[in-house]
């Protein structure tokens, strides 16, 4: 039997951080009273024009040029009709046969080598408004009294990207998912955040043997997690291929994926035809956007996540490189191997001890230092240093020559050295007159001139004294 090859598409909403919206000057955020930004062009008033939004034009371009697309010289705005209640002008404004960015792609490194994948398109629309169901208990659309549209989100800047289908497993999909979102946060141009709903992912799925053309497809709509992605993205495959071999057939179908139970379920769609009747925006000029503009930001475009995974994969696990591009974690574990670390113990330290820093109040050089002292630190000791490395103007050998020591290999001799020294006291410590345990400590303290952690000494001292 030949295996089945999963053939798996994504399409990307991410909304821009712009201050304002779209095609109008209503500021874009969270938290504002529900419809308190609005105007009458993101309400559709009649009369009311749209302008473009020039930085959401020239993000677009940037995340485009990021993905390998080629910028369209003349592209355009087109209407996409349909009719819903979060959609007050019955249209939406979007791109259709010429986006602003399209035939790019984007290089996912994994464990067979990389996977080039296509990038059909990157083209800018506007967002619906939000649609809130109430009553009903369940907060869901089945079984909710009744649903309040907020217009506040009408009208937000989002950029979609459509790939091609060319990623071939649930991992690579969470992998390009992933770099994708650190190339968006890195551009600065979106929060990116699946929780917020300011990154919404939907993935195009099929099945076919190895060589074959294209099968029917599920499109998987809404799920809210990267991890959450790929699991639906098995469970499609998984009942595909369960479908084929048992004799059936696949039905194109739009589904849900609930992450709690791994079920899939049919999704209500919007319209009943997917007959969008797009035509060009009337109200809208071309967007030719200036070449020399495009060199200028293609020139300032930050190394490709693709690339930097590939150099550290070098020394590191390919996980490993992935978790730290991913995060962006990367410019300070090859600062600190740069600085002499070795990677596999830079990798630990930026990845999970020193996971709470803020990169970019670093430096690395010192960093380096507490790590190199590790092996001669008491961790908690340790794990202080690491914490303190992210301060202004922190210093790895100042703060360690300042810091108590609890050492126990340095503390245990001097102890002994001093019950030695002390047999009187020791007997009398043993025969039951234990408040002379202050007088060893205060012993070691004088000896180390204050340095000793007391509490570190008075364990390893009543330790020392129970032998
Ligand atoms: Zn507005
Ligand atoms: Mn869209």
Redesign the pocket.
């Known amino acids: 039997m030949t295996a089945w090859e999963p053939v798996i598409g994504l399409e990307i909403h991410a909304q821009l951080k712009t201050r304002t919206?779209m095609f109008?000057r209503?500021e874009v955020g969270f938290g504002f009273e529900p419809n308190a930004r609005?105007?009458p062009?993101?309400l559709a008033h009649p009369g009311a024009l749209p302008v473009p939004n020039a930085r959401a034009i020239e993000w677009t371009v940037k995340l485009g040029l990021a993905l390998g697309c080629e910028v369209a010289a003349r592209a355009l705005f087109h209407r996409k009709n349909y009719f819903y209640p979060d959609l007050p002008k019955g249209y939406q404004i979007s791109q259709y046969d010429v986006p602003l960015c399209a035939n790019g792609r984007f290089s996912v490194p994994g464990p067979d080598g990389d996977n080039e994948i296509g990038v059909v398109r990157a083209h800018l629309e506007e967002d619906a408004a939000k649609t809130v169901h109430v009553g009903g208990g369940t907060g869901r659309k089945v079984g909710s009294a009744h649903s309040l549209v907020d217009f506040n989100r009408g009208?937000t800047p989002l950029v979609e990207i459509v790939t091609a289908p060319d990623v071939r497993s649930a991992d690579e999909a969470r992998r390009f998912l992933q770099l994708l979102r650190q190339t968006i946060v890195e551009l600065g141009i979106s929060d990116a955040e699946m929780e917020k709903g300011t990154l919404r992912v939907d993935a195009n799925i099929s099945v076919r043997r190895p060589g074959e053309g294209y099968r029917t497809r599920w499109e998987l709509k809404n799920v809210n997690s990267f991890s959450f992605v790929a699991r639906g993205i098995e469970v499609a495959i998984a009942r595909q291929i369960e479908l084929y071999e048992s004799g059936g057939s696949v039905e194109q179908e739009t589904y849900d994926f609930d992450p709690d139970t791994n079920a899939l379920t049919p999704h209500r769609s919007k319209e009943e035809a997917d007959d969008y009747r797009y035509f060009p925006e009337p109200d809208l000029v071309p967007v030719e956007f200036p070449s020399g503009e495009v060199e200028r930001i293609r020139a300032e475009l930050p190394e490709a996540p693709g690339a930097r995974i590939r150099r550290i994969g070098e020394t590191l696990e390919l996980e490993a490189a992935q978790v730290l591009v991913a995060n962006g974690r990367d410019p300070l574990y090859e600062a600190l191997v740069e600085a002499g670390v070795d990677p596999r113990t830079a990798a630990n330290v930026v990845l999970n001890e020193a996971s709470a820093l803020d990169p970019a109040g670093v430096d690395a050089k010192e960093l380096a230092r507490v790590v190199e002292a590790r092996s001669e630190l008491p961790r908690e000791t340790y794990l202080e240093a690491i914490a303190a490395s992210a301060s202004a103007g922190f210093r790895a050998d100042a703060y360690l020559s300042q810091r108590a020591v609890s050492d126990e290999g340095e503390l245990a001799p001097l102890i002994e050295r001093i019950l030695v020294a002390n047999p009187g006291q020791v007997e009398a410590y043993r025969n039951g007159k234990e408040g002379l345990l202050g007088f060893f400590v205060g012993q070691v303290m004088r000896e180390t001139e204050g340095k000793a952690n007391a509490r570190v000494v008075s364990e390893l001292v009543r330790e020392q004294l129970a032998r």
């Open positions: 919206k109008c209503c609005t105007c062009v993101c009208g």
